[in-house]
């Protein structure tokens, strides 16, 4: 049995969510279908913790990660990230936020197919144009020995298998030190043995690197690698729990999926 972890030292959120409301379709006048996807969520994401969003299908998850990250806009509510609130940004602004102070990894990869693997992790720096920036070298240079791909340096994303273009996707995330990570079912297209590497990396960044992880995921095997993980369904948040275990977690899960309002409309997850 592993030790458990020590007790979280109290720390301001690195991103949080206050009475958030997400509606798709409907229009001004009341035509059309209006669905709620998020129905008044507030919820932290302590910075140096790792997060995990569950629920069942439709219920919110994944535009609550979008929401946070600003990849999406509130209805109403806001968002932010550290103290910046994303609805006051315009869009330049919210696409250098994104770009200094947040990190992405998608279920898909995301990768730059003619780029190399040691190209695709400095794009951050690149993008930014701190290329030459010697502190962000030694960190990315430690980046490639900690996701263990240093011998594929030259390779491009098709020459890798899943699990080594997702774990390039991790160190790319991470490579411009941001404040959050952000991570959509980064497991979702990985067999068990690479998704699990790819879950380690992750623990790994948050409990030694000091870096904060918000993932979405429907495995409850993923799920426990968390510190934390938050239910939602039908668009609200309806539970927590604290150092998860797998059958925690899927426990949880079963009972979200009893207690399913019938003939709700389907909303992004």
Known sequence: MSAPRPAPVAQAPAARVVDAVKVYGGTARGAGTAVTALDGVSVDFPAGRFTAIMGPSGSGKSTLMHCAAGLDTLTSGSAFIG?????????????????????????????????????????????????????????????????????????????????????????RALAGRPDVVFADEPTGNLDSRSGEEVLNLLGRAVRTMGRTVVMVTHDPVAAAHADDVVFLADGRLVGHLSDPTADGVLDRLKSLDRRGAPGRAEVPS
Do not use: C, K, M
């Not at 315009?90 to 190209?119: H, K, S, Y």
């Not at 010697?134 to 791909?149: I, N």
């Open 83 to 171: 103290d910046t609130e994303l609805g006051g940004l315009d869009d330049r602004r919210l696409t250098l936020l994104r770009r200094e102070r947040i990190g992405f990894v998608f279920q898909a990869f995301n990768l730059v197919p003619t780029l190399t693997v040691a190209e695709n992790i400095s794009l951050p720096q690149d993008l930014a144009g701190r290329r030459g920036d010697r502190g962000d070298e030694q960190w990315t240079d430690a980046l490639v020995d900690v996701v263990g791909l240093r011998d594929r340096l030259h390779h491009r994303p098709g020459e890798l298998s899943g699990g080594q273009q997702q774990r390039v996707a991790v160190a």
